[in-house]
């Protein structure tokens, strides 16, 4: 299996490094894993949805 860096994450889905690695802190990207001080990704996995934004457009 292929691995991208928290970095490259970012770049690729145009948010920060920073906010890849809470994504990966939490959970919520399938796969990820830490090495020694370094989030590592695959290739092949998808940016999460955005937890703020409600379905359908309705309000909480």
Do not use: F, H
């Amino acid at each position: 299996m292929e691995y991208m860096t928290a970095q490259d994450a970012a770049n690729k889905w145009g948010i920060t490094r920073r906010r890849v690695q809470i994504l990966c802190s939490e959970g919520r990207i399938k796969g990820a894993t830490k090495m020694a001080n370094l989030w590592v990704l695959p290739k092949d996995a998808e940016k999460p949805n955005d937890a703020r934004k409600c379905k359908n457009g309705d309000k909480k």
